[in-house]
């Protein structure tokens, strides 16, 4: 157990629809990291929140965003879906702002079908 | 930018071979390196790191050395289990990326008993 929670564990939902996927980091964990996992994309990162700021953006869709809240937890609001943005999406914390040697705390991912 | 290429999998190994999974790299600053291991139905967790040349990260028998001559990372060990069965990825944070982690694609183990 990493220590990083993540819900829902499965969402079914259909294109056009919207979702917010909600990630809590390790106690004490600054950094809050979006990825998304397909098979024909592999491991893809999204965004980065420390200390409730945007810290890094990566391959982020614009029908895509998320915020950190006060309590540090996190969500991911995914708008407009597509068939394609079926993956496994997971949530990542650190203790730092992302320094050279921070590890990353993966929690367990929330599936998401879109039909 | 940044990249790390990773060898492609599947591996099948017998219980008790020896292990190569190559990882190289591109980064224009001075990265570290990382060998993250997902099991079945799980997420990633961090098996080892290195975070200068010829640092030698270790792990549960797992081994990488940081060789910045070669730009390499590659993951060994002596003899494997079953329960090593899982997709590693090797991974690498640039400071002059912003410290983006940017992860390999992922190689998939199979170890048969």
């Known amino acids: 157990d990493s220590g990083v929670t993540q819900t829902p564990k499965h969402l079914i939902t259909a294109t056009g629809q919207r979702v917010t996927l909600r990630c809590s980091p390790r106690?004490?964990?600054?950094?809050v990291y979006w990825y998304q996992q397909s098979l024909d994309q592999g491991l893809q990162f999204l965004i980065q929140?420390?200390?409730?700021?945007?810290?890094a953006k990566g391959n982020i869709l614009e029908r895509f965003s998320a915020q950190q809240f006060p309590d540090l937890h996190s969500e991911l609001n995914l708008s407009s879906l597509e068939l394609g943005d079926s993956a496994l999406y997971f949530c990542a914390s650190s203790v730092g702002a992302s320094g050279r040697a921070d590890t990353q705390y993966f929690g367990p991912g929330t599936r998401l079908t879109v039909l | 930018g940044n990249s790390v290429t990773q060898m492609e999998g599947p591996v099948t190994l017998s219980e008790e071979a020896f292990l190569t999974i190559n990882c190289t790299y591109t980064?224009?600053?001075?990265?570290?390196l990382f060998w993250y291991v997902q099991y079945p139905g799980e997420g990633l967790q961090l098996l080892l790191k290195a975070t200068k040349a010829d640092d030698k990260g270790s792990n549960k028998g797992f081994e990488a050395t940081y060789r910045k001559e070669t730009t390499s990372f590659h993951l060994e060990k002596g003899s494997v289990q079953v329960s090593d069965s899982a997709v590693y990825f090797c991974a690498l944070s640039d400071p002059t990326g912003g410290f983006k982690t940017i992860f390999g694609a992922g190689t998939r183990l199979f170890v048969k008993a």
């Open positions: 929140y420390y200390n409730g700021e945007e810290r």
């Open positions: 106690s004490g964990d600054l950094s």
């Open positions: 980064a224009t600053g001075y990265p570290s």
